[in-house]
């Protein structure tokens, strides 16, 4: 009896210790799980200068003189800055130019000259593994719009742009990264609407003249060069003369005193 009452005590001790630790502890409040971190923003896409890249790119002054001449530079920028479909620019070289009379491009008004550069490029953007696609598409447009268009061929990789008065080929991928594609080309594109009829060439420079060699020297100029040898030769002969006349004239001295001598 005495530990059926000690058990009960116990037990109900316990339960009374249980419900007051429960009391004092309060349940933890849910909290909702974390959000995911943004993820980081897109870096900026790079935008290509086109003032600053074609005097580093190759000899290309005097394109980029007439796209500056004609603010036809703000026209392609604003392609490259502001819209989707990119830029094809053809690049003829200096000396592209210079093989052109002065008068071809000089007589030109400038709404021409700016006719005539917006000539050299595409208002969208073609990498050269497009050109042969695109080759399939002609007469291409060009940023000159209406008339002003172009051909272009791709044979086994090697693509010429053709216009009406010139056949260029693209020597050189000068940079191909959407939106801009910048291709040096070796002659300047002429259209006919510009150029009623071929415009001439600049003439060829004349060949430097060769320089002579010592063995193309005249007889006359040998001769005279070995002049002086000769007036030596004579002089030393005549000393040579003059000495053996003074000796023989010695020894007959001699002979003629010896005798008087015996005599």
Request: glycine share 4%.
């Amino acid at each position: 009896m005495g530990l059926t009452a000690i058990f009960c005590a116990s037990t109900l001790l316990a339960l009374l210790i249980s419900s007051s630790t429960t009391a004092q502890s309060p349940p933890a409040p849910f909290l909702p799980p974390s959000p995911a971190p943004a993820p980081a923003p897109a870096p900026a896409p790079h935008i290509v200068n086109l003032t600053d890249l074609l005097p580093v790119a190759g000899p290309f002054s005097t394109f980029l003189n007439y796209l500056l001449q004609t603010e036809v530079i703000d026209t392609f920028q604003n392609q490259v800055n502001n819209s989707k479909q990119g830029i094809t620019i053809f690049v003829p070289k200096d000396s592209a130019f210079a093989a052109l009379e002065k008068s071809d491009l000089g007589n030109l008004t400038q709404n021409q000259l700016r006719t005539l550069m917006l000539y050299h490029a595409f208002p969208k953007f073609y990498s050269l593994s497009q050109f042969k696609n695109l080759s399939n598409s002609n007469p291409v447009s060009t940023f000159a719009g209406g008339q002003y268009t172009l051909n272009v061929t791709d044979t086994s990789g090697l693509i010429h742009v053709v216009s009406n008065w010139a056949t260029s080929k693209i020597s050189s991928s000068v940079w191909s990264t959407a939106p801009v594609a910048v291709y040096q080309i070796d002659k300047v594109l002429l259209p006919l609407a510009i150029f009623s009829t071929d415009p001439p060439l600049a003439p060829a420079p004349a060949p430097a003249p060769e320089a002579k060699k010592p063995s193309d020297l005249s007889p006359t100029q040998s001769g005279i060069a070995s002049a002086p040898k000769s007036s030596e030769s004579s002089t030393t002969n005549g000393s040579s003369y003059g000495t053996s006349i003074c000796l023989f004239n010695y020894l007959v001295l001699v002979l003629s005193g010896v005798l008087m001598l015996i005599m």
